[in-house]
Structures are given as structure tokens and as C-alpha cells.
């Protein structure tokens, strides 16, 4: 993924400490997990004192009484634990939650207002697995790992001091062990955390493989390739396991470092502090305060270093999150402008535009054309001529590098996305419909629309019969993408779309072939009902649409290269005439001939 690839490895955990920032706004559930948290680190502690009471004053001593308060102690200190840690986790793991929620609704956010050439560079199923992996590694983070890690800060903090103060000479031996175990932790710690990004991104691609092959199951049946695909896929289920493979043996090898160097440590004390008792230097609580002091210290230190793996891969995850949720949009919003409410004119002004991802791939070139108020206009060209692109670039979804589109005499990037966008509606070519029921697709412009408009707006795209027959009618709950609907219905679900979105401007994206006879002939109806007295812009491959066009722009390699009517076309253009007698498999087509016979000619040819 490129976006993970250019990024820059920070060394550091800078990317955490931003995602820190997102706890601010709960910082009073964040004080309260900080007391508990110092509760419980202080009871921890005071459990060596009591150790040393229960010893010295119990049963070194022989005194019951002693040994009864000692116990009592004991109890105090955990139920002061078990209410500390009740608190502790309960914030501590809303906090986690609440935090990757939030990161997850922050990067989502920015993510749908990104220009639309971004999910070209970056796979949507790899930009989902950020999504939801590595926001769930951030809720671990947060949730449990710091919480693990400052808990075990403190009390290696206290631990330390305490011990310092109970014998200093053993002490030295602890505080030799420390920087033994902090070497191999850096060296191991930074290995993990490359791994652990590579792993991520493995999984990541792993999730977008699958997401694709399952998209795409028919073909893949249709052309036999199931296994042909189940070894792909395994394949790059082993490259992530490989990854991962080699991250487990960094920290177990991380662990195992840390544990074993700690505890033999703290064997070296026991040998030196169990001398000290025989010759009478140190009472035996002494001793076994120090040693409850020395166990907490090692633990504490071993699941730091534990922690700290957590953290490395938490800090990848972080980044990369941190880079969708800084990442900008191409098609800037920050015109102020409002459009003019009544029709104007559209000009494309010498506009030069290329896709960002094919740079020496010219789309348009110098292209000029001039979109009458309130008229119909008809784009017609071979395949790749830019017809695509001018409607692109009319929703704003790339601004051309150079020239300018313009509306009356403003530019289109003077207004505001949402301002310009509701000028405008689309019916593409391949329909996209959405999970939910027929109503909700109908109104997805407009959610709150009226029963009745949805309604109407169904009956203009001659869509209201067909719905009716339908299981529970406008209530029908359509799956994904519509799949149950035939391409005509679907088509006219888009249509009743964008009638209800009453646009000034309709780009309507003919379709080739997704229509038989009979639907076709509603789609036109219901067409020319609402293109009366619009701007309408279509991507033009029937006959019968072009030539009930007010006006023909021809396309050729990114530029108009005729405009006029279909009858002046004829004469002037040959490349229309090649396109006309190809595209519309008719005898050579002369302008003497009627509309009528020419649209009858063009039914029995579609029929056949
Ligand atoms: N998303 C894209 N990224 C990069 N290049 C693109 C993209 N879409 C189109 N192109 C390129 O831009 C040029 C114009 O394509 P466009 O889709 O506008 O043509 P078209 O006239 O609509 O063709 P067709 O009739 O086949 O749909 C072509 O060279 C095409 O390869």
C-alpha cells in the first residue's frame, strides 16, 4: 500500500503520544484510572511490610496477637487492592474502547471525504483491516497495555526505593541486573516492532485478497479458478505466518532473556541476603520483605518488557492509522462561494486534466465545451475519447491541473463541495444500489423525503410497477448491491434517485446493453419526462437519445472534435459518421432520414 510503504518509520513513539491525544477529552475518567491505578501500586508495595510484620512480629516471634494483626493488616491491604483494581479496569478498559471508537469514527470521517482517486492507489479492503485491526491493537493498547505498563512502572519505582531502604547491599545486586535486562529489550524490542508492521501489513493484504475473490466469485467459478485461488490465498496466509513466525521468535527470545537474567539475579540475592539472616546482619522479615520487593521488581520487569513489545506493535498501528487520518483530499473543499440558484451555463475552459495515477496518460487535452442551461447535451466518442472524465471532473471528484470549469463565470472550485454536488446527480451506467430496502434506496439523497415524493419519483422513472410486484413492495429489503434486481430495475431505482434529488444538472451514463427492449423503452420515457427543461449531460450510446440530443458533442483523444446536431454531424463530422453506421450497426446513414424510421431501425436492431 503505498501510503504505508512512503511513510516514514518513526524511531520513536510519537504516533502513540498523538493517539494519546485522543484521550483528553475523557481526562476525568483518566484521573480517576490513575488514582485507582496508584492505589492498587501502593498496596501492592505495602503487601512487603505487612510480609515483614507477619515474620518478624508473627511467627519469628512466636506472638499470636502479633501474627492475628498482621493478618488483619493483610486483609485491609487487599481489599484496598481488589477495590483499586475494580476501578482501575473498569476505567482503564472504557477508556480503551472509547478511545479506538473514536479513532476508528476520526480515520472513517476522513476517509469518505477523500478524493475519490485515493481508493484507486490504496486497496478499500486493506484501508477496511486498518480500520478494524489496527484500531482493535490500539484498544488493547490502551485498554490494557498501558495501564499493565504504568502499573508496572510504579511499582518497580517503589519496589526499588523500598528495597533501597531496607538493605542497600542487595540492593546492588538488583540495580546490576536492571541494565542487564534493559540491553537485550532494546535490542530484541526493535526487531519486534519491524516485524510487527510487516506481519500487520501481511494480514492486511491477506484480508483484501479474500475481499476480492469473494466480490468477484462468479468469474472466478464461471472460469474454473477456485483452486487456483485457494493456493494463491495460501500463499499469502504463509507469507503472514512466516512473518509472524519470525516476530514470535524475536519475543519469546525477548522474554525468555529478560526472565532468565532477572531471576538468576535474584537467586545471587538469596544466596547473599540468606547469609546475612545466618550470621545475624538481617532479620529474617527483613529478608522477606526484600525478597517480595525483589520478585516485584523482576515481575515488574518482566512484564514490562513484555509490554513494551505491545506497545512497538501498538506504535505501527498507531502510524499507520495516524497517516489515513492525515491524509488530505486532492479536491480541496474550500470554496465559500454559493452557486447562482438558477440554470447557467457549464464551460469547460481549455481544461487539461490526467488521472494522478497515470500521469503521462493525458485524459483531456486543451478541452473546451460549453453546456447550455436547460438543454441537453449528448457526448459521443470511442472507447477511452474522455467522456468518462468530463463527468468526473463535472462532480468534482478530481479538479483539472489546468484551464478551469466554470459555472456562469465562477469557477467550480470557489463553491463548496456539498453546494456544487447539489446541483448535480448521476445516473451511472452500472447502478449502486445498497443494502437496505427499496425506499432507502430511492431516498438516499434525500433520507427524509415524504412517502409520497419517494413515490412519485418512482412513478416518473416508470420504476412503481415493477416495485409493487416486488416482495413488500417499496419495503423490499435489497441485498448488497441489489443483486435480486434485473439491470433495467436497477437502473430505474437510480433514475427515481436522482429524480428525487431533483438536480439542476443530470449526468446520466447510458447503459450499453443492461437493457432489453421493453426497459429500455420505459428508461426513455421516463427520460424524457425528466430531462424537459434541464441541463442534462449523457454519455450517449443509443441512437435514439442522441438524435433527441438538443446538441452532439463529439469526442476524439480528450477533446470535442465537432459539435452540432445529429443531422449536421452527419455532414460535418466524419468521425461521428463512422461512429454513427459502427456504433449503431445501420446501413449507411444519410440526414435525409426521419427520426422515426431511424429509431424504429434502431428497436428491431436491439430486438435481434
Ligand atoms: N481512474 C482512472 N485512472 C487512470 N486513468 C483513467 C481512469 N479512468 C480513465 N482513465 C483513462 O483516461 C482516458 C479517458 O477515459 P474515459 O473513461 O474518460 O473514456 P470514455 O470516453 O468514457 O471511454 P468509454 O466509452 O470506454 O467508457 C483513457 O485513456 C483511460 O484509460
Redesign the pocket.
Known sequence: MAYVKDAPKSRDMSALRQVLIFLWPHKLRLLGATAALMLTAGATLSLGYGVRILIDSGFSAGNQDGLKSAVLLLVGISMAMAFGTFVRFYLVSWLGERVSADLRSAVFRNLVRLH??FF?QNQAGEIMSRLTTDTALLQTLIGSSVSLAARNTLTLVGALALMLFTNFKLSLFILLIVPLTIAPILIFGRKVRRLSSESQDSIASVGSYAGEVLQSIKVVQSFKQEGREVSAFDGEVDRAFVIAKRRIRQRSILMAVAIFLSLSGMTAMLWSGGNDVISGRMTAGDLGAFVFYAIMVGGAFATLSEVWGDLQRAAGAAERLLELLATTSQVPDEGRALPAPGPERVVFDRVGF?????PD????DAFNLVIAPGKSLA?V????????????LLQRFYDPQSGAIRYGDTDLRQFSLHSWRSKTALVP?NPVLFTGTVRDNIAYGKPDARDSDVLAAARAAHADVFIRELPGGFDCTLGAQGMQLSGGQRQRIALARAILDDPEILLL?EATSALDTESEYHVQQALGDIMRGRTTVI?A?RLSTIINADQIAV?DQ?QVVATGTHEQLLLQSPLYKRLAELQFREAPLTPARSVVEQTEVERSTSDG
Open positions: 475519490p482517486g484507486e490526467f488521472y494522478p495515477s497515470r496518460n493525458t485524459a483531456l457526448l466518442g470511442p472507447s477511452g475519447a474522455g467522456k468518462s472524465t468530463v463527468f468526473e451506467q451514463d454519455i450510446h469526442m480528450g
